[in-house]
T-cell receptor, first 109, second 114 residues
Framework: GQNIDQPTEMTATEGAIVQINCTYQ??????LFWYQQHAGEAPTFLSY??LDGLEEKGRFSSFLSRSKGYSYLLLKELQMKDSASYLC??????????WGAGTKLIIKP | DARVTQTPRHKVTEMGQEVTMRCQPI?????VFWYRQTMMQGLELLAY????????DSGMPKDRFSAEMPDATLATLKIQPSEPRDSAVYFC????????????FGQGTRLTVV
């Protein structure tokens, strides 16, 4: 079966660094996506990884290990506006996205 | 500024009534997804279209839900009859087929069935 696992909730302090982990199992693999979703809003695209390694984009970085079926999203210099849910999604061989339940990130001052 | 447009943004209806949600995908996108999101279930895929053809609607309760794409600029999701358990946010997303191409989400329709 296909499955995406990520923690339900995490708490971090403003200005700090947080790493949100995701493990995936998909039928075939065409990449791993991270989305951000603020409460009451639509998910918005953050990053895409299809090759092993780290992709850096400003304060956000995403890492992929295909052999381990593992990815993480790293958020640096946390700001209060980063409080949101972070959704991990794997793309299978049919180019369908298999979604995790999301990690709710709470930022404290 | 290309975006996915969903209507209505909010809908309150009585149990048993028909509900129709509409989505205008981004021009040039050939894949369309309908998702339902609740606190308990997260994002659930209801239907997936590629080039207007339905590819996967296994996540959709067929007895009451139906999804169509009458043309490339319109996707619809209907619930008939609606039930209180259908209360959720329904998102439409569109994209271009292929790896590495992200899905763009509409703002969603918040449905409440009383």
């Amino acid at each position: 079966g296909q499955n995406i696992d990520q923690p339900t909730e995490m708490t971090a302090t403003e200005g700090a660094i947080v790493q949100i982990n995701c493990t995936y199992q998909t039928s075939g693999f065409n990449g791993l996506f991270w989305y951000q979703q603020h409460a009451g809003e639509a998910p918005t695209f953050l990053s895409y990884n299809v090759l092993d390694g780290l992709e850096e984009k400003g304060r956000f970085s995403s890492f992929l290990s295909r052999s381990k079926g593992y990815s993480y999203l790293l958020l640096k210099e946390l700001q209060m506006k980063d409080s949101a849910s972070y959704l991990c999604a794997g793309m299978d061989s049919n180019y369908q996205l298999i979604w995790g339940a999301g990690t709710k990130l709470i930022i404290k001052p | 500024d290309a975006r996915v447009t969903q209507t209505p943004r909010h809908k309150v209806t009585e149990m048993g009534q028909e509900v129709t949600m509409r989505c205008q995908p981004i021009l040039g996108h050939n894949t369309v997804f309908w998702y339902r999101q609740t606190m308990m279930q997260g994002l659930e895929l209801l239907a997936y279209f590629r080039n207007r053809a339905p590819l996967d609607d296994s996540g959709m309760p067929k007895d009451r839900f139906s999804a169509e794409m009458p043309d490339a600029t319109l996707a619809t999701l209907k619930i008939q009859p609606s039930e209180p358990r259908d209360s959720a946010v329904y998102f439409c997303a569109s994209g271009r087929e292929g790896g590495g191409t992200e899905a763009f989400f509409g703002q969603g329709t918040r449905l409440t069935v009383v």
